[in-house]
């Protein structure tokens, strides 16, 4: 059993949205996830990115927006929604809701996203 308490779980902030690796490689000795936690500020954008060896799994908690896809294409993306990403699918958000966006993120197998954030060591 392992418990990973939220003081000891740091934030990775880029301009606009922020994450917190809930359950990675480095809090826990789980080798087949990552889940993170993303919040994005009113307007905020998560670039269109892929994962090349990994698939991703987004839980929307809170808000509204739009999926960012391969070829300019969107779809809608709000609370209660469910999408599955599989490796190598381009995906992003744009957050179009007035308040925050608000998603869980798992991911198989595991990444550590730390690289993709400002200051992310």
């Known amino acids: 059993m ?3 308490k939220q ?5 990775l902030v880029n301009p606009g ?15 087949r996830v990552t889940i993170t936690r993303v919040r994005l500020k009113a307007g ?3 670039r269109r990115h892929q994962h090349d060896a990994s698939e991703q799994i987004w839980v929307a908690l809170s808000g ?3 999926l960012l896809l391969a070829d300019g294409r969107t779809l809608p993306f709000g609370e209660g929604d ?3 990403f599989a490796e190598g699918d381009v995906h992003g958000l744009q957050n179009a809701s007035e308040g925050v966006f608000e998603y869980l993120s798992v991911t198989a197998p595991p990444i550590n996203f ?3 954030y400002q200051g992310g060591k």
Do not use: M, W, Y
């Open 7 to 11: 003081e000891t779980i740091k934030p």
């Open 44 to 46: 905020a954008r998560n």
């Open 64 to 66: 509204h927006g739009e």
């Open 17 to 31: 949205f922020e994450s917190q690796q809930l359950l990675f490689p480095e809090n826990s000795a789980s080798e």
């Open 114 to 116: 730390r690289d993709a």
């Open 2 to 4: 392992e418990l990973i």
């Open 82 to 84: 469910v999408v599955r």
